[in-house]
């Protein structure tokens, strides 16, 4: 069946560095993703999507990554804070329309001062 | 301010007891969503509803039930047939079903047994 997965459960990041987390997909009709943070006892926050037909979408210190060949995309975050400290997930979205998005289980970040 | 709001925050449920988790939204939003999520786990979808008066069932839609009378508001009763309800539960709305667009979620509500 379909998955979308992330490579590692922990990053840990000095602050001020930039971090990079990985999220593959097994499913080559996928053709949208979106990266959410979530926060201890919150719900998950949208952060940036990318549709397939583009490499990299880039928004306010993040930048989104994708690479269709090997069906991986990653969630780079430019000068970590403190305030970056979460559990990051993808999701994707299969088919034009579809209802069901399917979520890794996230990385957790840790910054480190 | 446009978002979504679940309640109760926390909410024990007895043995034998069915309990509804509140959903609301004022973002004008046609499509709305229900997940549970467990520890290491991935979002897992309880129901989806497209628009007012039509639901579907999700891949965990056994012990749950849902309604949606009003476009605003997507109600979650966890029934007594569901035998392992601890979770922390997620609402989520999309604008439509047509075009690609994130899901915004609420801040969730956790559900313990007493």
């Known amino acids: 069946g379909e998955s979308v997965g992330l490579h590692l459960p922990t990053l840990s990041v000095q602050e001020g560095d930039n971090s990079i987390i990985n999220c593959a997909y097994s499913n080559s009709a996928s053709d949208y993703f979106i990266w959410y943070k979530q926060e201890s006892g919150k719900g998950p926050q949208f952060i940036i999507d990318?549709?397939?037909?583009?490499d990299k979408r880039q928004g306010q210190r993040v930048t989104v990554l994708l690479n269709k060949t090997v069906k991986h995309l990653s969630l780079q975050i430019a000068a970590t804070q403190p305030g970056d400290s979460a559990v990051y997930f993808c999701?994707?979205?299969?088919?034009?329309?579809?209802?069901?998005?399917?979520f890794g289980t996230g990385t957790r970040l840790t910054i480190i001062p | 301010d446009g978002g979504i709001t679940q309640s109760p925050k926390y909410l024990f449920r007895k043995e034998g007891q069915n309990v509804t988790l509140s959903c609301e939204q004022n973002l004008n939003h046609d499509a709305m969503y229900w997940y549970r999520q467990d520890p290491g786990q991935g979002l897992r979808l309880i129901y989806y509803s497209q628009i007012v008066n039509d639901f579907q069932k999700g891949d965990i839609a056994e012990g749950y039930s849902v309604s949606r009378e009003k476009k605003e508001s997507f109600p979650l009763t966890v029934t007594s047939a569901q035998k392992n309800p601890t979770a922390f539960y997620l609402c989520?709305?999309?604008?439509?079903?047509?075009?690609?667009?994130?899901?915004?979620f609420g801040d969730g509500t956790r559900l313990s047994i007493l």
């Open positions: 990318i549709r397939s037909n583009m």
């Open positions: 999701a994707g979205l299969s088919n034009f329309g579809n209802e069901k998005l399917t």
């Open positions: 989520a709305s999309r604008q439509d079903t047509v075009s690609n667009q994130p899901q915004h």
